[in-house]
Nanobody, 124 residues
Framework: QVQLVESGGGLVQPGGSLRLSCAASRFILHDYTIGWFRQAPGKEREGVSC????????YYVDSVKGRFTIVRDDAKNTVYLQMNSLKPEDTAVYYCAARASWYGTLDPHEYDYWGQGTQVTVSS
């Protein structure tokens, strides 16, 4: 069974940085399009970034462009989300997800496999 495990969340001050990791077991991340999503209390799950299979093209929601970077490390079978210049509105549970299609999308309904999430809190 496909398993994804997120890590790297925590409490950080505004302007700080965190790096989230999405590690896979029982499948090769290289063969999937991987997305990062977040969900704040009382809000719908939102697509943050994704990196597509094959071409490794990257996509970002406008609110994180220039601050977040998604990177795939095939040697470690891990995808990272580097988050810089964090803002209080970035506070949420962050999830990684995988889909077999090569097409990159930030629509959470298009993803088949999900991790358990990691909490990111940006507060002074």
């Amino acid at each position: 069974q496909v398993q994804l495990v997120e890590s790297g969340g925590g409490l950080v001050q505004p302007g700080g940085s965190l790096r989230l990791s999405c590690a896979a077991s029982r499948f090769i991340l290289h063969d999937y399009t991987i997305g990062w999503f977040r969900q704040a209390p009382g809000k719908e799950r939102e697509g943050v970034s994704c990196i597509n299979r094959d071409e490794f093209r990257t996509y970002y929601v406008d609110s994180v462009k220039g601050r977040f970077t998604i990177v795939r490390d095939d040697a470690k079978n891990t995808v990272y989300l580097q988050m810089n210049s964090l803002k209080p509105e970035d506070t949420a549970v962050y999830y990684c997800a995988a889909r077999a299609s090569w097409y990159g999308t930030l629509d959470p309904h298009e993803y088949d496999y999900w991790g358990q999430g990691t909490q990111v809190t940006v507060s002074s």
